[in-house]
């Protein structure tokens, strides 16, 4: 009779060792057992990048990369994307339950008043050059608030924590917002309560001289669900940051701040600004296959393709082509889409990326969009940052609630010099 159960022969000893299999995992550490010799440390796993290994459980959001699922909570992402708004799509992530409509009243209406940040936030930010890049300024101003809300260090008070996600979300918008018009040195606009979430940060980041500021509701409608999409996706690098830095005990603004450093990067949320220097390089869509055989060549990768989990098209690629088309008829169309879409035409037919199964992913059409609705370039991985930070802290507060989880410390694989005695500077060649 079958059972759950792996058996392992070591071939140094001859010795046999059943390890049980549970949720299609064996536990890394029922490999300690197996050792060569009595004094051996025991039998380790390697794994660099995590390719096969679970840090946690979880019971946020599934993927299933082959078919191209993503669900948060069980909830298909179609489904929020069509019906759900960012600040109820935040909730469930993070409570785990879609709120009842007095719940989500008081969520919203929370959010809402916790969007100003410190005057001091602004002074601290005209320390920045007038060219810092955005995510350089995200990175400094959020890790700054932990220094202005000492009692983000309760993080096992469960009220604590709630003040601390409330404000983090609140407070996103407006540091973004602040960062950009300190970029262009424009005046900072401050939040309007009467405004959605991101008709909110629209009016905050290009309020220019209007007594009140009305979003285009197509684009604030189109940017919540831009948010929705990019509102969690398992554990990726960033999310991955948040609990290694959260797992030491650190407040969730500087666990924050680790996040959005790993999100920075062009592998990982960088990659949105990375596709549109990428389409401004290729400049017209005749260029495209030279452009792809560069790529085959190994002369770099296409940006916006290619993911860890999907070896399908990406679920939320497919849905931001199709808002591309709506926030276009409002804005004009971005002239860089015909680039995008031959790249796309080209590279789906094309065997190195059929065979290596690298498809779009969600940064492919995400900055088209962005750049149609005036943001610039540099700020498009802030834009992934402030709905990601949902998921960040919904995977934050998941592992500190989890009694399994310790402070996250890999083992390596010792292959330097063997012990050795110090040489004197005189001695050396
Ligand atoms: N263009 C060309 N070749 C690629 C690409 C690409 N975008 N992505 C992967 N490959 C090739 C790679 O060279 C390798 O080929 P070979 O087997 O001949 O060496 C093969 O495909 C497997 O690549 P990998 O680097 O082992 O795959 P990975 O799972 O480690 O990397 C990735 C995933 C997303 C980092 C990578 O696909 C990539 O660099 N893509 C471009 C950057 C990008 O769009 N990032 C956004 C990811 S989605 C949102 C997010 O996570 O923030």
């Known amino acids: 009779m079958a059972t759950d159960t792996l058996t392992v022969i070591d071939n140094r000893t001859g010795r046999r060792y059943e390890l049980p299999i549970t949720h299609g995992t064996i536990r890394a550490m029922d490999l300690r057992q197996i050792k060569g010799?009595?004094?051996?440390?025991?039998l380790m796993s390697y794994d660099p990048a995590f390719l096969n290994?679970?840090?946690?459980?979880?019971?946020?959001?599934?993927?299933?990369?082959?078919?191209?699922?993503?669900?948060?909570?069980g909830y298909p992402i179609e489904q929020l994307a069509e019906h759900s708004t960012y600040l109820e799509t935040a909730y469930l992530l993070l409570h785990g339950e879609l709120p009842t409509g007095r719940q989500l009243e008081a969520w919203v209406d929370s959010i809402t008043?916790?969007?100003?940040?410190?005057e001091n936030i602004k002074r601290l930010l005209e320390g920045f050059r007038y060219d810092a890049h955005p995510m350089g300024m995200l990175v400094g101003t959020v890790g700054a608030l932990s220094t202005f809300y000492p009692d983000a260090k309760q993080i096992h008070d469960p009220r604590a924590r709630e003040i601390q996600i409330h404000r983090l979300l609140a407070k996103l918008p407006t540091l973004a917002a602040f960062l950009y018009r300190h970029s262009v040195g424009m005046p900072y606009a401050y939040p309007d309560n009467d405004l959605s979430y991101t008709g909110n940060f629209l009016n905050m980041l290009f309020k220019t001289t209007e007594v009140k500021y009305k979003p285009d509701p197509t684009l604030e409608r189109a940017?919540?669900?831009?948010?929705?999409?990019?509102?969690d996706h398992e554990q990726n690098c960033s999310a991955n940051a948040m609990r290694a830095v959260g797992s030491s005990h650190v407040d969730p603004y500087s666990?924050?701040?680790?996040?959005?450093?790993?999100?920075?990067g062009p592998l990982h949320g960088g990659a949105n600004e990375a596709v549109l220097r990428m389409l401004d390089q290729i400049g017209a869509k005749d260029h495209v296959p030279?452009?792809?055989?560069?790529?085959?060549?190994?002369?770099?990768?296409?940006m916006g393709f290619g993911h860890r989990v999907y070896k399908n098209y990406d679920p939320r690629a497919t849905l931001i082509k199709r808002l591309a088309d709506q926030v276009f008829a409002v804005t004009g169309r971005?002239?860089?889409?015909?680039?995008?879409?031959?790249?796309?035409?080209?590279?789906?037919?094309?065997?190195?990326?059929?065979?290596?199964?690298?498809?779009?992913?969600?940064?492919?059409?995400?900055?088209?969009?962005?750049?149609?609705?005036?943001?610039?370039?540099?700020?498009?991985?802030v834009l992934f940052a402030i709905p990601r930070t949902a998921g960040w802290l919904a995977q934050w507060q998941e592992m500190l609630l989890d009694p399994e989880q310790k402070i996250a410390r890999p083992r390596q694989v010792y292959r330097g010099p063997g012990r050795r005695d110090y040489v004197p500077l005189e001695r050396r060649g």
């Open 223 to 231: 940017l919540d669900v831009l948010f929705i999409l990019h509102a």
């Open 334 to 381: 971005n002239p860089k889409l015909d680039i995008a879409l031959e790249l796309e035409r080209i590279a789906l037919q094309d065997d190195y990326f059929v065979t290596r199964k690298l498809y779009p992913n969600v940064d492919f059409y995400s900055g088209l969009i962005y750049q149609a609705m005036r943001f610039p370039v540099d700020l498009f991985p």
């Open 255 to 264: 666990a924050s701040a680790a996040a959005t450093a790993a999100l920075y």
């Open 53 to 73: 290994t679970a840090s946690c459980q979880s019971r946020i959001t599934y993927i299933d990369g082959d078919r191209g699922v993503l669900e948060y909570r």
């Open 113 to 118: 008043h916790h969007t100003m940040v410190h």
């Open 37 to 42: 010799a009595a004094d051996d440390f025991g």
């Open 290 to 302: 030279a452009f792809v055989q560069k790529v085959k060549a190994g002369e770099g990768r296409l």
